[in-house]
């Protein structure tokens, strides 16, 4: 029976992802694609935007936490 294969691996970062997603994207566009690799592509590309969404939201949640937590900006006096 053969293998399924393996899931791509996560990206490094948040720019790897984008680069990725951005490749893909024209890739798709192109329309040079067999139809199972267009689907699989599309795939992939749901799974990049997935992670870069938790990314930029863990982003905002960090930034709003320093917005209300105790760092307030220096003033000098």
């Given at each position: 029976m053969p293998q399924a294969p393996a899931p791509p691996a996560e990206p490094a970062s948040y720019e790897a992802a984008?680069?990725?997603l951005e490749q893909l994207v024209a890739r798709i566009e192109s329309?040079?694609?067999?139809?199972?690799?267009?689907l699989a592509g599309y795939q992939?590309?749901?799974s990049l935007?997935?992670?870069?969404r938790?990314?930029?939201d863990a982003v905002q949640e960090q930034?709003?936490?320093l917005d209300d937590g105790p760092l307030q900006p220096w003033v000098q006096q």
């Open positions: 984008l680069h990725e329309g040079q694609l067999p139809l199972d690799q267009m992939r590309g749901a935007l997935s992670f870069c938790q990314r930029l930034i709003k936490v």
